[in-house]
């Protein structure tokens, strides 16, 4: 539901992150409160996907990234991973107009050559659909390992410093920076994770550096339009300071 009179309130206030990054947990546990199959609470967690890309477009957010498949998730149960893999297929199918009507654009990183043919293809014939929207900025990552994807940043600039192509006095946080997944939507101004857990479990490690964090113990598929809202209100009250004092940040 479109809370008019919120956004408004959230949107004069200013201070809105650019991009916001959600570890998106929970769905195992609402299933099993339920008793119902793990599966259930993956499908129920479409929507509040649905929810989120719903609200921070409103709110005019640039990006969002949400970990929807870790590289260590492949051990996983068999039957779980399957019918994951069939979610996300079904689930890129069923949203692209919708997407494609609220201009939304679709990014990936992580490995999607390690995905199935079936959902790998479906993501990139969405990604292609989507290519010239203007609007928000949605990032799936999938089979994504934090570690994994600096280790091929580390070893792409090691292959350009040995071609001659770069000096190694020139690598630097932005030079590394460019070598990420990420380099379009940059770093992350707040992380989300739901469920209560306090772990960054393998997600965007050298992105999240300076990034301010809001945990909740909303299971993910409860998680909707107010408890987004909620945790953009928390960030746009706090004070980012990136290692400096709050004198300076205010001079």
Same mark, same amino acid.
């Given at each position: 539901?479109?809370?008019?009179?919120?956004?408004?309130?959230?949107?004069?206030?200013?201070?809105?992150?650019?991009?916001v990054?959600?570890?998106?947990?929970?769905?195992?546990?609402?299933?099993n $409160?339920?008793n119902?199959?793990r599966?259930?609470?993956?499908?129920?967690g479409i929507n509040?996907?649905?929810?989120?890309?719903e609200?921070?477009?409103?709110?005019?957010?640039?990006?969002?990234t949400?970990?929807?498949?870790?590289?260590?998730? @492949?051990?996983?149960?068999k039957?779980?991973v399957?019918?994951l893999?069939?979610?996300?297929?079904?689930t890129?199918?069923?949203e692209?107009?919708?997407?494609?009507?609220?201009?939304v654009?679709?990014?990936?990183?992580?490995?999607i050559?390690a995905?199935p =043919?079936a959902?790998?293809?479906?993501?990139?014939?969405?990604?292609k659909?989507l290519?010239?929207?203007?609007?928000?900025?949605l990032?799936?990552?999938?089979?994504?390992?934090?570690?994994?994807?600096?280790i091929?940043?580390? $070893?792409?600039?090691?292959?350009?410093?040995?071609a001659g192509?770069?000096?190694?006095?020139g690598?630097?946080?932005?030079?590394?920076?460019e070598?990420l997944?990420?380099?379009e939507?940059?770093?992350?101004?707040?992380?989300?994770?739901?469920?209560?857990?306090?772990? =960054?479990?393998?997600f965007?490690l @050298?992105?999240?550096? *300076?990034?301010?964090? *809001?945990?909740?113990?909303?299971?993910?598929?409860?998680?909707?339009h107010s408890?987004?809202?909620?945790?953009?209100?928390v *960030?746009?009250?706090?004070?980012?300071?990136?290692?400096k =004092?709050?004198?300076q940040?205010?001079?």
């Open positions: 539901m479109k809370d008019e009179q919120r956004i408004e309130r959230i949107t004069k206030y200013g201070n809105l992150p650019h991009h990054a959600i570890i998106m947990d929970g769905n195992g546990r609402w299933a $409160k339920r119902l199959p599966t259930e609470g993956h499908k129920e509040s996907v649905r929810a989120v890309v609200a921070a477009g409103w709110l005019d957010i640039k990006a969002v949400l970990y929807t498949f870790s590289s260590e998730n @492949w051990s996983r149960p039957a779980e399957s019918a893999m069939s979610l996300l297929l079904n890129v199918k069923k692209v107009n919708e997407l494609n009507g609220k201009n654009r679709l990014m990936t990183i992580g490995n050559d995905l =043919v959902p790998r293809l479906g993501i990139k014939n969405t990604i659909r290519r010239n929207n203007t609007g928000l900025i990032n799936l990552a999938l089979s994504y390992s934090g570690r994994q994807e600096i091929t940043a580390t $070893k792409e600039i090691a292959k350009n410093v040995k192509k770069l000096e190694v006095d690598i630097n946080e932005k030079l590394f920076n070598y997944q990420t380099a939507i940059g770093d992350p101004d707040l992380l989300i994770r739901t469920s209560g857990e306090l772990r =960054v479990s393998n965007l @050298w992105q999240l550096a *300076y990034t301010e964090l *809001y945990i909740t113990d909303t299971l993910w598929p409860d998680f909707r408890e987004f809202y909620e945790a953009i209100e *960030y746009q009250h706090r004070e980012r300071r990136f290692g =004092v709050s004198e940040i205010k001079a």
